[in-house]
């Protein structure tokens, strides 16, 4: 009973970490682009500097 426990209890760490990391490296992934097109869609940017700031981050 108590090995069924712990296996309980590393299962859900081991879930938790995972769970934490892909999301995590999701976000990150696309977060630059899509807050550069967000600000664009906003106005905050011009086309001409949106154009530029993508080729700068795709090189």
Request: glycine letters at 6%.
């Amino acid at each position: 009973m108590m090995f069924l426990f712990w296996i309980i209890i590393g299962f859900g760490i081991y879930y938790l970490y995972t769970n934490r990391d892909q999301s995590t490296r999701s976000n990150n992934r696309q977060s630059a682009e899509d807050k550069l097109k967000e600000r664009y869609v906003n106005g905050e940017i011009d086309t001409e500097t949106y154009q530029h700031m993508i080729k700068t981050l795709r090189d």
